[in-house]
């Protein structure tokens, strides 16, 4: 069977991964019309905003939204003349971890997904090839395929791919600009196969064909949970070691380096920190702890459970160190943290670190001065409120007190801890912070990021994550 040459593409979800990822499909085959279309109709205006105010902050996207938008590039709230009018749909829409029901905290809410594959089987009225996206469990396309075949019209048929993204944010144009793969799965029949040829043909344009890998339909799904749970099971594992290292007085910089030159390890995600965040791997490490479970692995189940738990501990170990460090009562105290994104280079807070700690902070009673540079005022506040429920809003606003520089941030306060590694907190006038602050002014370094005899010159008391104090 002959593949299709895809001429339109369309992309249901216009959020971190088929935004950034559709635009740059765009900017590489200007021959192909690629739309993006969304519910949401702020996000849509967002992303037409004139002034390229986009709703995500990712390095590069301005450029590349702004290299084809308005020529084979369009942004629009019209969901159903997007699927009639393509040949290929990217479905990349939110699978948040489930909150109540079967399967709360672990498996993946996939109320999204079956909403977009019944709106295709509805309005389609000729073939395509619709492509799953979005991270999901192993064998969502299954349940995908029942749905479109049990809905389709006559004469229409569906073809079912896989194509995870395997996107870091702050990096994510560089990667897709540059990928070390791209992962295609199909079902392993003449037109699934074909299918496969044209998603890979359009990939083409710009990446090898050696690293186009193309597999079967369940390996391509489990390979994404797999790469993200290792990944994450890197950072687990250094920052295992990092509260080691403190109670020995060992540094966890020069551990990290030594292990990493050995060629079967390498240096990769060794660097200690208060812990990772970020919507996949937390996310899709409960997913693989939910498909063991429910494949009766038990012991493979809670293996994988030891990730998670192991970076809920380091967020905790490293707020209390804070408390402790600080006479063991932080009570009226203002502590400045600096960061709320969960990485530098995005406005994504999903799973933040200083989400836990804040939180932790506010239960001590303390008073958190606050700064991010992307981050906006009303994610705070939504993320703060959610991470503790029994405040009121108004409450954590009392305790709570945004800033718009870090050098306000840092005026009066006993502590500042450094949540995110933001550029700019190294290049920050660490005197003019020290001269404004009470004394003894400590900072607790949970990005291994500042220079601690530098500071320690100054006057500061630094702790760092993963070296001792001995």
Known sequence: MSPVKVQKIVCIGAGYVGGPTCAVIAQKCPEIIVTIVDLNEARINAWNDEQYRLPIYEPGLVEVVRSCRGKNLFFSTDVDKGIQEADLIFVSVNTPTKKSGVGAGFAADLNYVELATRRIAAVATSNKIVVEKSTVPCRTAESMRTILEANAKPNCRFDILSNPEFLAEGTAIKDLHNPDRVLIGSLQTPEGLAACQSLSDVYAHWVSRDQILTVGLWSSELSKLAANAMLAQRISSINA????????????????????????????????????????????????????ESLHLPEVAAYWRQVVEMNEHQKSRFAKRVVDSLFNTITNKRITVLGFAFKADTGDTRESAAISLIRDFLKEKANVNLYDPQVEEYQIWQDLAEASPNLSLETIKKQVNICSSSLEACKDAEAIVIATEWKE???????????????????????????????????FKVITIGRGSL
Request: proline share 2%; net charge negative; glycine share 10%.
């Open 241 to 292: 070691l990092s509260a080691i290292c403190e109670a020995t007085g060992a540094n966890i910089d020069e551990v990290a380096n030594a292990v990493g030159y050995d060629s079967r390890i390498g240096p990769k995600f060794l660097k200690a920190s208060v812990g990772f965040g970020g919507s996949c791997f937390q996310k899709d490490i409960l997913n693989l702890v939910y498909l063991s």
């Open 425 to 459: 907190f190294k290049e920050i006038d660490w005197e003019t912070v020290y001269q404004g602050m009470n004394k003894p002014a400590f900072v607790f370094d949970g990005r291994l990021l500042v220079d601690e005899d530098k500071l320690t010159k100054i006057g």
